[in-house]
């Protein structure tokens, strides 16, 4: 799947002069990445890591022709940063910003509706089209290009649950981490669409985790939508009930949030749930294994 | 982050939320003034009741017995010395409860109805949420699910805020009417100020009372704070109760990791919160159970690395620990190194199983060949739990 980022992305980093920010940009620029510039305001006419910075989105824009932004500015500033990429038509933002404000999120997701921008995170490790385009935080030597479309809300959870892919011989088209945060700039009903229309895409990996009804939506659009098989491992089965949201919360979603809840959404949708985090891989490749033909759904047959 | 009962009342007065007179009290002899200051406060001649109510980050203290009535300065102290120092359980608390540190001595009054108010944010619509009912006093998910009709919702734009000609249509809602429909469109107008300006993630009242002389009050008070947003609201930050956290909780913050105490054997550090928790769903799986959820973070680096484990190592309760690190970017080695540090100079008994994959994993493997603590390096997570399991049983 790659709609998203391709060996053609040409992309500029915010924040590029920070330590996060320069540390990724090297390592995106090994990976086969295009990054072709950097913004931190004050900071135009200097180079890091070869890449040249610009004080402004725009100005980088104008100068460089890029269409994607990797966001590594601070959370009190990202909002600002945002809005700026926004303003600049970039088509694609992906924030690896922890920290961001909630409502700043709700005042960004209110400006972008009805624009064609999609942003991916906060929070998030990025997003990565193996062997053509990194942009984000994940290792590279992970990945390898395959049938599978990965969407997680986890970090480190992905790269292990992309490892386990790859060693069971099964490749990425593209690997999302759409963020841990709240309120996300896309959920995985937003993406999964992606997934289905993508001819490269097989198979789809859900990775999880309670809070929120991001996994109840999908299962919602995978029961009306998808034909193709997915997978899903949600984590927090274990997690203290008392650490969800207020009540409140859970009426205005109409979710409790719970694992449990989650995995009963996705199976009744058609979801195959894997049971254990170790078991990713096998799970995944053992299905795949056997017939794809038996394996195809039929929207809303279930 | 949760605040108390009595800080979100607070806050909800500088707002010009109504609520009732108190005061909050942190010893007994400190309970008995109280009662004789607030007595006066309420202009109270003759015979004066007022509520203790045990302060903690949780509700149900009512039916608890965290909720005392008091009729003399005397009994005010008595109320106090009976909750000040215990831990209350309630059902939304864990078995072990929350320590009681404070009491909000608050008056009493007679009331009419109960209704409900709160503000919230719909994280997947990504729209803040304002929410009324008729249906005060009771636990709002029980109306949720038997009487949704009761309770109204309505949407706030971000950038707009709450409309007065909204505010004036959940007023109505409430069934209200007259000068009761116009203090509580201020009420609704006022919370939304309220939640917008301290970034909130929750404000909730319930019940607001009308009184039987005809005010509108807020009995109970709830706030809850965006953790992303407190960065933008240092005085609300120093409103934190640690003593409500577990204490290793709030000993992991301060090092920058993340930290919840469970009820098992099994100590984890792991790298990431998606990554922690499905470390704590596989020792389940093998029958075993986790002391903790501990993220170091995706960054992580030695120091921290060192300070969680000594965070697990000083748990009382920890038999055996499992280490599960995918490094990304964090390297493999720093870990091992921060797993040496940590335990330099201890006599480490705990079993420790360490499953470490992904940058310079030989290079960790190597650093902790010769150690001479009691660690055993696993082939993959399935293993590594299935190990530590074992080991946490013999203890």
């Not at chain 1, 990445?33 to 913004?39: E, Q």
């Not at chain 2, 505010?167 to 000068?179: C, I, K, P």
């Amino acid at each position: 799947m790659s709609i998203l980022v391709n060996k053609d992305t040409r992309a500029l980093v915010q924040g590029i002069t920070g330590e996060a920010g320069s540390f990724h940009t090297q390592k995106m620029l090994e990976y086969g990445t295009k990054i072709v510039a950097g913004v931190t305001p004050g900071r135009g006419g200097t180079r890091v890591h070869g890449v040249p910075v610009f004080d402004s989105v725009r100005k980088a824009v104008e100068a460089t022709g890029a269409t994607a932004s990797c966001v590594f500015v601070p959370a009190p500033f990202a909002f600002d940063a945002i809005l700026e990429a926004v303003e600049a038509g970039l088509s694609l933002l992906v924030v690896i910003t922890e920290g961001i404000p909630t409502l700043d999120m709700v005042r960004i997701r209110r400006k972008i509706q009805g624009t064609p921008v999609r942003i991916i995170g906060p929070n998030c490790p990025g997003v990565t089209t193996p062997d053509e385009c990194k942009l984000g935080i994940m290792p590279g030597y992970i990945h390898r290009r395959g049938p599978i479309g990965v969407l997680s809300r986890s970090g480190t959870l992905t790269y292990d649950a992309v490892w386990q892919l790859t060693q069971a011989g099964l490749g990425q088209s593209t690997c999302i981490g759409i963020g841990g945060d709240a309120v996300l700039g896309s959920s995985f009903v937003d993406l999964l669409p992606l997934f289905q229309e993508d001819p490269e895409t097989e198979a789809g990996v859900l990775i999880g985790e309670i809070g929120g009804t991001e996994e109840e939506e999908a299962a919602r659009f995978i029961r009306a939508h998808m034909t193709k098989p997915v997978f899903a491992f949600v984590a927090g089965r274990l997690a203290p009930k008392e650490k969800r949201m207020g009540h409140a919360g859970a009426i205005v979603s109409g979710g409790r949030g719970t694992a449990l809840e989650k995995i009963e959404a996705l199976k009744a949708a058609g979801v195959t749930i894997i049971e254990s985090p170790a078991a990713i891989g096998k799970t995944v490749a053992a299905a795949l294994g056997r017939s794809a033909s038996v394996l195809r759904r039929n929207p809303s047959s279930v | 982050m949760k605040l108390h009962e009595y800080q979100a009342k607070r806050i909800f007065a500088t707002f010009g939320i109504p609520v009732p007179r108190g005061i909050v009290a942190a010893s007994p002899k400190h309970a008995k003034l109280a009662y004789t200051k607030l007595k006066t406060l309420c202009r109270a001649r003759t015979r004066f009741s007022c509520n203790v109510k045990a302060q903690i980050h949780a509700g149900g203290r009512g039916k608890a017995g965290g909720v005392l009535v008091a009729s003399s300065a005397k009994e005010a102290q008595t109320c106090a010395t009976r909750l000040l120092g215990t831990r209350l359980v309630t059902h939304q608390t864990s078995p072990s409860g929350l320590p009681v540190h404070r009491v909000l001595l608050d008056e009493r009054v007679a009331v009419t109805q109960e209704l409900y108010m709160a503000i919230t944010v719909d994280r997947f619509c990504a729209v803040p949420v304002v929410l009324a009912s008729q249906r005060g006093g009771v636990d709002i998910e029980t109306v949720a699910q038997e009487a949704p009709r009761a309770i109204v919702q309505d949407t706030i734009d971000p950038f707009v805020g709450l409309m007065p000609f909204q505010a004036r249509r959940l007023a109505e809602a409430l069934g209200l009417s007259g000068d009761l429909a116009t203090t509580s469109s201020e009420l609704f107008l006022a919370m939304w100020r309220c939640f917008l300006s301290s970034d909130a993630q929750l404000v909730e009242i319930n019940p607001l009372v009308e009184t039987s002389d005809g005010r509108l009050l807020a009995l109970d008070a709830k706030v809850v704070l965006d953790d992303n947003g407190l960065v933008r609201h240092p005085e609300l930050a120093r409103l934190r109760d640690k003593s409500q956290e577990h204490p290793l909780e709030f000993r992991a913050s301060r090092i920058g990791v993340s930290y919840v105490g469970l009820d098992g054997t099994i100590g984890c550090l792991v790298n990431g919160a998606g990554l922690a928790m499905a470390t704590n769903d596989i020792i389940k799986l093998y029958d075993g159970q986790p002391a903790n959820f501990l993220d170091v973070g995706g960054g992580a680096n030695i120091e921290q690395v060192t300070g969680a484990f000594k965070i697990l190592l000083a748990d009382q309760r920890v038999s055996a620990i499992l280490v599960n690190i995918f490094g990304g970017i964090m390297r493999c080695d720093w870990i091992a190194q921060g797993l040496l540090n940590a335990t330099k100079g201890l006599s480490v008994t705990a079993p420790i199983v360490v499953r470490l994959a992904g940058t310079n994993v030989q290079e960790a493997r190597q650093l902790l060949a010769n150690t001479t603590l009691p660690m055993t390096m696993a082939n993959d997570l399935a293993d590594a739990a299935q190990q530590v399991v074992k080991f946490a049983k013999r203890t």
